[in-house]
């Protein structure tokens, strides 16, 4: 098997498109906050009704978080995998440990995007469609890295032959934790009773 057939091309392409779309999605976000602070009174283009709408997000305090507003963080943090997508295919290995915080990463970006889908569903009461891109890009996004961190040997030996074995899972479970979201926000805000 030649060193190329061992490169992760997959995983490589994965992070790029995500990387990619998530950017976009955070960029688009911080444009809309900018003409927010510019017009208090403008109607964002990614305000569809009162129960999709991104200006309740962010003129929340949940929509700043960390005392500037989060689509920054995305436009920051979706670089990284776009970055190491690209090493990847260049031919780039990277350590145990690279991987380890790689994975970390994830693990603050899935658990971030849990909170701010709880906070929009039940404190804000609105779905943002930029942010729901996000957790769409982040939900599997979590599953691959986890899986070909496990496969890299960031814990162990033993998980290294399950996370070959789970890749293949990940669509299945990205479906699966998306639409308990989905449901648990239907349930909450019977989003299909507005669209008919």
Known sequence: MTETRKRPVGVALWLIVTGIIGWYAAFALTIEKFEKLENPDAIASCDFSPLVQCSTNLNSWQGSVFGFPNP??????????????????????????????????????????????????????????????????????????????????????????????LMGWTPLMAVLVLAVIAVVAEMRLHVLATLF
């Open 72 to 165: 920054l963080i995305g436009i920051a943090a979706w670089i990284a995998p776009i970055v190491v997508g690209f090493a990847i295919l260049a031919g780039a290995r990277f350590a145990r440990w690279f991987w380890t915080f790689f994975w970390l990463g994830y693990v603050f970006a899935i658990g971030f995007v849990f909170w701010l889908a709880f906070q929009s569903i039940f404190a804000l009461n609105v779905l943002c469609p930029w942010c729901m891109v996000t957790w769409v890009m982040v939900i599997p996004s979590f599953f691959v890295v986890t899986f070909h961190a496990m496969k890299q040997g960031v814990f162990g030996t033993r998980a290294a032959a399950a996370g070959e074995r």
